[in-house]
Structure formats: C-alpha cells, structure tokens
C-alpha cells in the first residue's frame, strides 16, 4: 500500500499563526485571509483518508476562516469612517483661516505698534493678579496690577508700550502671570491670542499654522473668536 503525504490536524497548524486582516501575509508568523484558505486546503487534499479530519475540526477551521472575513470588513468600515471624519475636520479647520484663536503659550510675537492679548486662568479667587511683560533678554517691558480677580479666565491686553508710554520694538515678548494666594506668589497659566494663517492635514491629525507661532495641532486650540 502506497503510503498517504500526511500533515497535523487542522487546528494544529493553524493555531501556530496570528491572523491579519489585510489579507496579505507579512511576515514571521502573521497570516492572512489567502495564505489561510490555501494551508486549510492544502491539508484536507493532503490528509489521510484512513484517519480524515473530524467534522469538528473543519467547522472550526471554517468558523476561525469567517471571524477572519468578518475583521476585516470591520476593519474596512473603520478605515473609511476615519478618513470621512478626517476629511470633515479639515474642512471645519480651514473655515478658521484668518480668525483668531486661544492657545496656550507664554509667549508671543508682536509687529511694531501691534499688541499681544489674551486670558489668565485663574483656578481660585486671588486677592492679587500680576501681569509682567518681558522682552526677549528677560528683563520687564511693563506690568499691570489686576487687583482682586476671581476664579475664571481674566481677560488681559498688553498695548505694546513700555511703563512710560514708549512704543516697543517688534519681537517676541513673554507674558508672566502671578496671583497671592495666602500670602504666596503662584504663577499661573496663560492662553494668548494668534491669527490662523493656514490649516495642515497630515497623519498625525490638523495642524492650524499661526501667526508667529507656528503648528499647534487643533486639539489644543482653547478658544477660537
């Protein structure tokens, strides 16, 4: 008697691959939908009749080759769902070119006679808010005494002048919030103000470019006006 080209049971072979969902096998022990319907057919053809794989066995070589076919049309609708929304955030993006918008920064540019505004947030109500402007060598442009403020965001406008009414030169200045709270200084988170000047889609998501200060991605927009 000739002797039968025999293989392991079905599940055998199979449970020692993982499964991908593109249909295409990659590498190692990544298996796709193709390679998958070849090895589970290559065994039947190659099993030995005197001990034929069991009717179990098959349906759950059939049922492992559904759950894949399934993956990846879940697969396929998640792909097509990411990429509308994308594609909708864009468009809801680039209606923000040439608005204004609230980020957080400490730091801004400004033009000659131009200003630099924006909001303090204030966690708790303080008996005393600072604002200080300072040039790029760090030392102090102007301050304002905002007295008591309580807890929100504090509106804030630096006019671009000096503490006797100069008008500064253009550059990038810092803003430097402080508030006493128990007769402590703490300093405090800004948000300034910038133009939107254009929008980017890449795959890390939305980047609004704004004036002066570059990407910021549109997840960390705060406020826009």
């Known amino acids: 008697m000739s002797d039968f080209n025999t293989v392991s ?7 020692q691959y993982s499964f991908k969902t593109d249909g295409n096998k990659a590498s190692g022990d990544d298996l796709g939908k193709n390679e998958f319907m070849e090895l589970m057919i290559a065994q039947l053809n190659n ?8 009717n179990g066995e098959f349906i759950a070589d059939l049922a492992q080759f559904s759950s894949l076919e399934e993956m990846q049309g879940l697969t396929a609708t998640v792909e097509g769902f990411t990429s509308n929304y994308q594609s909708t955030q864009a468009l809801q993006a680039s209606s923000m070119v040439g ?3 609230l980020v957080n920064a400490s730091s801004g540019p400004t ?4 200003t630099i505004g924006g ?7 303080t008996s005393d808010l600072r604002i200080s402007v300072l040039n790029q060598s760090g030392e102090l442009v102007n301050q304002y005494e905002m007295g008591q403020q309580f807890a929100g965001q504090v509106p804030f406008l630096w006019d671009g002048k000096n503490t006797v009414g100069d008008q500064m030169p253009a550059g990038q200045y810092s803003i430097k919030a402080e508030a006493s709270y128990s007769g402590k ?28 200060m570059g990407g ?6 705060r406020q826009i006006n």
């Open 99 to 101: 608005r204004s918008v």
């Open 111 to 114: 033009s000659m006679g131009g």
């Open 9 to 15: 049971p079905a599940n055998d072979v199979l449970s």
């Open 47 to 54: 099993q030995n009749p005197l001990e034929p794989q069991g």
């Open 185 to 212: 200084t703490e300093q405090l988170g800004t948000m300034l103000s910038a133009n939107v000047d254009s929008v980017s889609v890449g795959k890390g998501g939305i980047t609004l470019n704004l004036a002066g």
């Open 119 to 125: 909001v303090v947030d204030v966690p708790a109500s």
């Open 216 to 221: 910021v991605p549109l997840s960390e927009i």
